[in-house]
């Protein structure tokens, strides 16, 4: 397993990251100028950028997608001018939750495809369709919905099933050298298929309530991944891996997770510049 490289980057460049690639730059009409990065960042014009592939599992925390990380990297993907498409698979919920109560629905059932494109208003594509031939990076967002709809980790623990589309396009990412971002829960699909790759879930300890799902980090160990401590502001660049990132894994205010996913989406842009590139591109 490639060691993991912390990169340091000044923040307007790489806010714009997500850019034209190689083989996909917009010519310029004479005379004019490319966008600053500042204004790259804050315009609003259609970019061609780096595809990127989200992949939800339902909507709602406790039985779905956590939504606001997924709204949250949709905006920052947005604004770095990335491409993105989303999918879901075409499979039935664990469960449905009452979010108002925090228990199941008795009698109801939902589909995650169907919960999906909530999220995705109605613009979604079953994940059985999804290739990494036609993508530069994959995200998946947490919520209860990676361990009970993308796997049965909620139910088996270490002894879980990922669904095979899943492991699929974890499997095709990464063996094409592309940038997986998991967030919150979602590492621990990783870590069942990749055999040895480093991800983060937070910390390994409770600390006394702060860490609740700290217990997680031991079951990623067992499964033969190396689970790195991170606080929930911290993402870091697993070569060839990914980049996880702890988020609610750490509960606090809503705006943590946002900030931090926006530098989280920015460093996925690096590494898809390195892998189109060949070499990290602020060497």
């Known amino acids: 397993m ?8 000044p923040r307007l460049a790489a806010a714009s990251v997500l850019a034209p690639l190689p083989g996909r730059l917009r010519l310029l009409p004479p005379g004019r100028q490319a966008l600053s990065p500042r204004a790259a960042l804050h315009g609003s014009a259609p ?9 939800l599992s339902g909507c709602g925390v406790y039985d779905g997608t956590e939504i606001h990380e997924a709204a949250a990297v949709l905006v920052h993907l947005s604004r770095g001018g990335a491409d993105v498409q989303i999918f879901a698979p075409d499979v039935p919920q664990m469960h449905v939750i009452d979010h108002t109560k925090g228990q199941p629905s008795e009698g ?10 909530r999220i995705a208003r109605g613009k979604i594509t079953d994940l059985a369709q999804l290739r990494a031939a036609d993508h530069d990076a994959a995200i998946l967002p947490g919520g209860f919905g990676a361990a009970k709809n993308l796997s049965t980790f909620a139910v088996d623990g270490k002894d879980c099933k990922v669904n095979q589309d899943v492991e699929r396009v974890l499997k095709e990412f990464h063996s094409a050298g592309k940038p997986i971002g998991l ?9 069942r298929v990749l055999h040895g790759i480093e991800v983060t879930v937070g910390h390994e300890q409770e600390e006394g309530g702060k860490w609740p799902y700290a217990g997680t980090a031991e079951a990623i160990k067992a499964l033969g991944a190396k689970h790195c401590v991170k606080d929930v502001t911290i993402s870091f660049l697993a070569v060839g891996g990914g980049i996880p990132r702890a988020t609610w894994h750490c509960p606090g205010c809503t705006h943590y997770p946002c900030l931090s996913l926006r530098s989280w989406v920015q460093h996925l842009g690096l590494l898809c510049l390195r892998a189109a590139l060949g070499r990290w591109p602020l060497n």
């Open 108 to 117: 109801d059932t939902r589909n995650v495809l169907t919960e999906s494109a």
């Open 2 to 9: 490639a060691a993991v490289r912390v990169l340091v980057a």
């Open 183 to 191: 967030c919150c829960i979602a590492p621990v699909l990783a870590a």
């Open 47 to 55: 970019r061609p950028g780096a595809r990127v592939a989200l992949v």
